[in-house]
C-alpha cells in the first residue's frame, strides 16, 4: 500500500504520514490558512506566506483554494518521483502541492463524473502559465494513456511552445507574459485517459505588434525567426538578422533579453509545429506572414507638394508582394487610399500622413491578429478527439484549465489594461458567485445558520463597464458610431455625462482636488475591486473600432497565402453588417466564457508575484498585500474559517467513512441523516465541531476531518483484509461450483456406461442361458443352429476338463468320460496322449536303463505267467556280470582272444549220467558261451548250434541248454547241458537275447527231458518242496524239489 510504503521514519519507528504531515503542517506556518489562529489579520496572512516563502514553501492551501508564490527559480519539486507522490492521495495527507490540486481535480472528475476547472489567476507574473504547464504536464504523465494518447499528451505540452512564441512576449512585468488570455480543455474518457484537447484564446494584445513600451518587445516569434532561421530561409524571406533594422522591433529598445535564448526557442518551435500537425508548407506560409509584418512595418510614407501621401519605400512592397501574394500598385494604393461607400456610391479619398501611417499599423495588427486565431483553431484540429472516439461517445468528462491575464495597472493604462481589468473583475464576479455567495447560499438552503461575512460585491463595477445602453463599453460603441466629428475627448465627455455620478467612476473634472492633482485631463479612473485604476482615453475609439480599410481588406483576400485567405475570407467585403466593435466582442466572450465556467466544479490556483524585480527569495510585502488584497484572499479565508472547513452529501460522507462505524459498515439502510449522526457520534464528534444540514454535513475544522481521515488511513488494511476475503471467497465458491458441475457430469456419463455396459451383459448373458436351455433341449438332434453353442459348450468345457486332468503317466488309466458327441474324438486323443507320453518316456531313458529294460521285457515275455520265480525277479536289476573281472581266470580270457566276456556267472554244472554237481563259470561273449572249470575251458557252445533252452515253470534254477543232435560225434561225446544257476531269469534271458533265441526259451510245467548222449534221454522232474534240493532219482531222473514261493 502506498500508505505504508512511507511510513517509516528515520528513526525506524512506524508513523503514519497523515501524522507527519500534520506536524509538517504545523512547522513552517501552516499549510492552510484555515488553520491561521488569527485569520481576521492580514499581517498574519502575509506573515504566514513570509515564513513559508523563507523555506521555499511555495503553495499553502486556504481550504481547497491553492495559493502559489512565484519562487522565480527552480525548485526540486515537479519531478516524476513528487508527481507519484501525489498520486491518489487525499488532498489534506500530504504538503500542500499543485499536483495535490491537479490530481484532487482530476480524481473528482472521475469519481463524481463531473466537469472540472482550475482557475489560474493573479498579476502578470506571478506563474499562471507556469502552473498550467505544470497541470498538463501531471495530467500527460500520470493518467493512463493508450499509443494515440501518448501522442495527445505530447501534443497538449508542445502546442505551448507554439502558442507562447506567437502569443507571449518579454513586457516590462515578465519576460514571458502571456499577451491573450487562454482557456483550454482536456478532454478525458470513461477510464481517466485524455483523448482530446480545446483551445479558447481572447483578446490577443495586438497593439505590440506596431508598438512597444521602452524596455519590452514585440512576441517572441519575431525575434526567434530572426535569430533562429536558417540563412536560406532568411534569405528567402529577404529578412536582415538584426532586429534593429525593423521599426516594429526597435521601439521598445530591447533586442535582446538574457533569459530568453531566442535560437533555442526557435528549435522548440519548430519541433513543436511537426507534433503538433503542421505541414512544411504551412509553417512555410506562416513565417511568409511573421515576415510581411516586419516588411510592412518598414513601408514608409512621404508627404507630397500638394499635401498627398505616397509610399516612400519599393523594397519593403516588394518583398511583401513575392511573400504574401498580392497586387504590389493594389496594396500600395489601399495603404494611401481610404475606399468609401456612400448611397451605393465607392469614393476614393487619400490618406494623409497619419492616416496611412494607421492604416498600415491596422494592416499590421489584423493579419497578426486573426493569423493567431487561425493558429489556434489549426491547434485545435490537432488536438480534437478522434472522430472514432467521439462517436462511441468516451470522451465523457473535461477538466478546464483558465490561464488569463491577472489585474494588470501601469503608468500609462490604455484599451488594453481596461478589457483586461474589466476580465478580472468578471473573475472576481464569478469566484464571489461560485464561493463566496454559493457558500453563503448553501449553509441557508442547508438549514445552517451562521454570521454572514461581509465581502465587496464587485457587481456594480461589472455593471458600470457592461451594463447595456448604460455601461462604460456601450458608450464607448455609440461613440466609434456616432456620425459627426468624434475624438476619443468627445468619448471621455460622454462618460462624465452619463456615469457622473457613479461611485466607481472619476474623472480630472469630476475628482477632488487631492485626486484631480494626480489625475490626467485625458483620464477616467475605475475604482476597481482590486485597487483604482488611471485609463488613458487616448487611442480607445480606433482600438475599439478596430476597422481596417475595405480596400486593404480587398487586398488580403486577393492574397494568394493559403492562411491569409482563410483569414480574409471574400464575404466579409460584401457583408454591410457592421462587426461588433473590439470591447463588445470581448465582453461577450466573456459572458460565453462565465457560462463554461458555471458548468463546471471550479478549483482555484491564486497566484502571487513576489517581488517586481524577478528576484528569488525577496519578499515584497507591499506588492504581496496589494495582490492579497485584489485576489479577495482574506475575504475567502474568512469565509471558510466563519463556516465550515469541510463539507459533504451524506451519501458522500457515508460512503466514504461508513467502515469507521460498526453501525453503518457494510451498508447503512435506514435515512442519511440518521446514519451520518451514528457515525460521527461513534467517532466522537463534538458538538461544535459539526452540524448536519438537510443533506451535507459540515465539519467546522480540517483537524476533525484529518483525524476521520488518519481512522480511515487505519481501517483501510482492515477493509482490505474483509474485501480480500469476501472476494476469495467468492472466486473459491465459483471455482468449486464448476468443479462440482464437471465431477457430475463425468459422474453421470461415467454410471451412465457403466449401467450400459451391466445392461448389455446381462442382455447377453440372458441370451446365452437362453440358447444353453435350447441346446440342452435339442441335444441329441445333429449339430443344428439350435444346439450348437450348447454342444460346443459341452465340447469346450470337455476339451478344457481333459485339458486340466491329462494322465500324468501310461500307468494312470484315468480319462475323463467324453459328451457322447466326442467320444470318438476322445479316444483318439487318449491314444495320442498315451503315444505322446510313451515317446517322452522313451526318450527321457537312458542307455543302460534302455538295456535293462530290453532285457526285462524279454525276460517277461519269456517267463511272465510260465515261472513261479518271475514275479519276484521283476524288482532285481539285472546285473552287467556276476562276476567280477578278477574273477575270471587271466588264462580264459587269453584263450577267448578277441570274443570279449559280455556277462559272466557262477553255475552248477550236472553231469548228464551221475547227475554229479560241479561248480563252474558260464561266460558269454557275443557269438558263443563257455564253461570254464577254473583255467580251463570245459565246453564251447556256439549260439548258432544252440537248439533251445528249458526251464521249469517252479521257483528252482534249473536249466537245460538243448545241444545240436545232428552232428553225431559231437552228440555222441556231449549232450545237452544240465546247468543249475542262482539268477536263472537274468541268465537265460541274456542267452536268449544274446544267441537271438528268446523263441527257443521252453518254459517247461511238468519235467524237462532233455538228451544224454546218443539219443538216449534224461528226464528232470519237478516237485514243490520246502527248500531246493537236486537229486539223482529212481529212474535215472534228476529230481529237483523247489522252495514254495509266497507270490501274494
Ligand atoms: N513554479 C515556478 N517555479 C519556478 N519559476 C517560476 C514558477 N512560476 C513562475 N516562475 C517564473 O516566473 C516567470 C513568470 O511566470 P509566468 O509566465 O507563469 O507568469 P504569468 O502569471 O503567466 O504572467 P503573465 O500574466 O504575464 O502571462 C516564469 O517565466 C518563471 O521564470
Ligand atoms: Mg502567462
Avoid at 606 to 631: A, M, S, T, W
Avoid at 896 to 920: A, E, I, M, S
Amino acid at each position: 500500500m502506498r500508505y505504508q510504503a512511507r511510513e517509516v521514519d528515520i528513526d525506524g519507528r512506524v508513523r503514519l504520514v497523515m501524522e507527519n504531515a500534520l506536524t509538517a503542517r504545523d512547522r513552517v506556518g501552516v499549510q492552510d490558512f484555515v488553520l491561521l489562529e488569527n485569520y481576521n489579520s492580514e499581517a498574519a496572512f502575509i506573515e504566514n506566506l513570509r515564513r513559508r516563502f523563507r523555506e521555499n514553501l511555495i503553495y499553502t492551501y486556504i481550504g481547497s483554494v491553492l495559493v502559489s508564490m512565484n519562487p522565480y527559480k527552480e525548485l526540486e519539486i515537479y519531478s516524476k518521483a513528487q508527481m507519484e507522490r501525489y498520486r491518489g492521495v487525499s488532498f489534506y495527507e500530504i504538503s500542500p502541492h499543485i499536483y495535490a490540486l491537479s490530481d484532487n481535480t482530476y480524481r473528482a472528475m472521475r469519481t463524481e463524473r463531473k466537469d472540472q476547472c482550475i482557475l489560474i489567476s493573479g498579476e502578470s507574473g506571478a506563474g499562471k502559465t507556469e502552473a498550467s504547464k505544470k497541470i498538463l504536464l501531471y495530467y500527460a504523465v500520470t493518467c493512463p494513456a493508450k499509443d494515440h494518447m501518448d501522442t495527445l499528451g505530447d501534443r497538449l505540452l508542445q502546442s505551448n511552445p507554439v502558442l507562447e512564441a506567437f502569443g507571449n512576449a518579454k513586457t516590462f512585468r515578465n519576460d514571458n507574459s502571456s499577451r491573450f488570455g487562454k482557456y483550454m480543455d482536456v478532454q478525458f474518457d470513461f477510464k481517466g485517459a485524455p483523448v482530446g484537447g480545446h483551445i479558447v484564446n481572447y483578446l490577443l494584445e495586438k497593439s505590440r505588434v506596431v508598438h512597444q513600451n521602452h524596455g519590452e518587445r514585440n512576441f517572441h516569434v519575431f525575434y526567434q525567426l530572426l535569430e533562429g532561421g536558417e540563412d536560406e530561409l532568411i534569405k528567402r524571406l529577404n529578412l536582415d538578422r538584426n532586429p534593429q533594422t525593423y521599426n516594429y522591433l526597435v521601439k521598445g529598445n530591447c533586442p535582446r533579453v538574457s533569459s530568453i535564448s531566442d535560437k533555442n526557442n526557435w528549435k522548440t518551435v519548430k519541433n513543436a509545429f511537426s507534433v503538433i500537425d503542421f505541414t512544411e508548407d504551412e509553417v512555410q506560409i506562416l513565417l511568409d506572414i511573421i515576415a510581411s509584418i516586419l516588411h510592412l512595418g518598414n513601408t514608409q510614407f512621404g508627404e507630397g507638394e500638394d499635401g498627398e501621401t505616397h509610399i516612400t519605400t519599393e523594397e519593403p512592397i516588394m518583398s511583401l508582394e513575392k511573400l504574401l501574394g498580392v497586387d504590389g500598385s493594389a496594396l500600395k494604393e489601399a495603404l494611401t487610399h481610404r475606399k468609401l461607400t456612400a448611397k451605393d456610391e465607392e469614393m476614393i479619398s487619400p490618406l494623409n500622413f497619419e492616416q496611412a501611417m494607421s492604416a498600415r499599423d491596422a494592416l499590421a495588427k489584423a493579419v497578426y491578429g486573426r493569423t493567431f486565431t487561425w493558429l489556434v483553431e489549426k491547434i485545435n484540429q490537432s488536438l480534437a478527439v478522434k472522430e472514432e472516439i467521439y462517436q462511441s461517445g468516451k470522451a465523457s468528462t473535461v477538466i478546464g484549465l483558465l490561464d488569463i491575464y491577472g489585474f494588470e495597472v501601469l503608468q500609462n493604462n490604455s484599451f488594453e489594461q481596461f478589457c483586461i481589468n474589466y476580465c478580472n473583475e468578471k473573475l472576481q464576479q464569478l469566484f464571489i458567485e461560485l464561493t463566496l455567495r454559493s457558500e453563503q447560499e448553501e449553509y441557508e438552503t442547508e438549514g445552517i445558520t451562521w454570521e454572514p461575512v461581509t465581502y465587496f460585491d464587485n457587481k456594480i463595477i461589472c455593471d458600470l463597464i457592461e451594463e447595456k445602453h448604460k455601461g462604460i463599453i456601450s458608450i464607448l460603441d455609440e461613440e466609434c458610431l456616432r456620425p459627426g466629428e468624434r475624438c476619443d475627448i468627445s468619448f471621455l465627455e460622454t462618460l462624465e455625462d452619463s456615469l457622473g455620478c457613479h461611485p466607481h467612476f472619476v474623472t480630472h473634472k469630476l475628482a477632488n482636488g487631492k485626486t484631480r492633482r494626480i489625475m490626467n485631463r485625458d483620464e477616467f479612473r475605475l475604482l476597481h475591486y482590486a485597487g483604482e485604476v488611471n485609463y488613458n482615453v487616448d487611442g480607445f475609439l480606433d482600438k475599439n473600432n478596430d476597422s481596417l480599410n475595405r480596400n486593404l481588406k480587398e487586398v488580403m483576400c486577393q492574397s494568394e497565402n493559403k492562411i491569409l485567405r482563410h483569414c480574409f475570407p471574400r464575404e466579409e467585403i460584401f457583408d454591410q453588417k457592421r462587426p461588433e466593435m473590439a470591447a463588445t466582442q470581448f465582453k461577450n466572450s466573456l459572458m460565453k466564457l462565465k457560462e463554461i465556467l458555471m458548468s463546471k466544479e471550479p478549483s482555484y490556483v491564486r497566484c502571487i508575484k513576489p517581488n517586481d524585480c524577478k528576484q528569488p527569495g525577496k519578499f515584497d510585502e507591499v506588492l504581496i498585500r496589494h495582490q492579497v488584497k485584489y485576489l479577495g484572499l482574506m475575504e475567502n479565508l474568512r469565509v471558510r474559517r466563519a463556516g465550515f472547513a469541510y463539507r459533504r452529501r451524506f451519501e458522500a460522507f457515508l460512503q466514504r467513512y461508513k467502515p469507521l462505524c460498526p453501525e453503518t459498515w457494510p451498508n447503512w439502510h435506514g435515512p442519511l441523516a440518521d446514519g451520518v449522526s451514528t457515525l460521527v457520534n461513534h467517532l466522537s464528534y463534538k458538538p461544535e465541531e459539526y452540524k448536519l444540514g438537510r443533506s451535507k454535513i459540515f465539519i467546522r475544522l480540517p483537524k476533525t476531518l484529518f483525524n476521520t481521515e488518519d481512522a480511515l488511513e487505519a481501517k483501510k488494511p482492515e477493509i482490505v483484509l474483509t474485501l480480500q476475503t469476501s472476494w476469495r471467497g467468492y472466486r473459491e465458491r465459483a471455482k468449486y461450483k464448476r468443479i462440482r458441475h464437471a465431477v457430475i457430469v463425468i459422474q453421470s456419463f461415467w454410471r451412465g456406461m457403466k449401467a450400459r455396459r451391466r445392461a448389455a451383459r446381462r442382455r447377453g448373458a440372458a441370451n446365452l442361458i437362453r440358447r444353453f436351455i435350447k441346446g440342452f433341449i435339442y441335444r441329441h438332434n445333429d449339430y443344428c443352429s439350435e444346439n450348437e453353442y450348447f454342444i460346443d459348450h459341452v465340447r469346450r468345457s470337455f476339451l478344457m476338463k481333459l485339458s486340466k486332468h491329462l494322465p500324468k503317466n501310461v500307468l494312470d488309466k484315468n480319462w475323463p468320460t467324453p459328451p457322447p458327441s466326442l467320444e470318438e474324438a476322445s479316444e483318439h486323443l487318449q491314444r495320442l496322449h498315451l503315444c505322446n507320453m510313451v515317446t517322452k518316456y522313451c526318450r527321457s531313458i537312458q542307455p543302460e536303463w534302455k538295456k535293462q529294460m530290453t532285457q526285462k521285457v524279454a525276460a517277461s515275455e519269456i517267463f511272465m505267467d510260465r515261472k513261479d520265480s518271475y514275479p519276484m525277479s521283476v524288482p532285481r536289476l539285472f546285473l552287467d556280470s556276476r562276476l567280477e573281472r578278477e574273477q575270471i581266470n587271466l588264462k580264459v580270457v587269453q584263450t577267448l582272444g578277441t570274443d570279449k566276456v559280455q556277462y559272466g556267472v557262477n553255475v552248477v554244472k550236472y553231469d548228464r549220467r551221475g547227475f554229479k554237481p560241479r561248480p563252474r563259470q558260464l561266460l558269454l561273449t557275443n557269438t558263443f558261451a563257455v564253461l570254464v572249470d577254473r583255467t580251463k575251458i570245459k565246453q564251447k557252445i556256439d549260439y548258432n548250434a544252440l537248439r533251445g533252452i528249458s526251464v521249469s515253470a517252479l521257483s528252482d534254477g534249473m536249466i537245460v541248454l538243448h545241444m545240436p543232435n545232428e552232428d553225431k560225434r559231437q552228440k555222441a561225446k556231449k549232450g545237452d547241458v544240465v546247468l543249475h544257476c542262482s539268477h536263472v531269469m537274468e541268465l537265460v534271458t541274456k542267452l536268449a537275447l544274446m544267441s537271438n533265441k528268446t523263441s527257443c526259451v521252453n518254459v517247461s510245467p511238468g519235467s524237462i527231458t532233455f538228451v544224454i548222449a546218443r539219443g538216449r534221454e534224461g528226464f528232470i522232474d519237478f516237485t514243490r518242496g520246502s527248500e531246493l534240493r537236486v537229486v539223482k532219482g529212481k529212474r535215472g531222473h534228476l529230481l529237483v524239489t523247489a522252495p514254495n514261493i509266497n507270490n501274494t
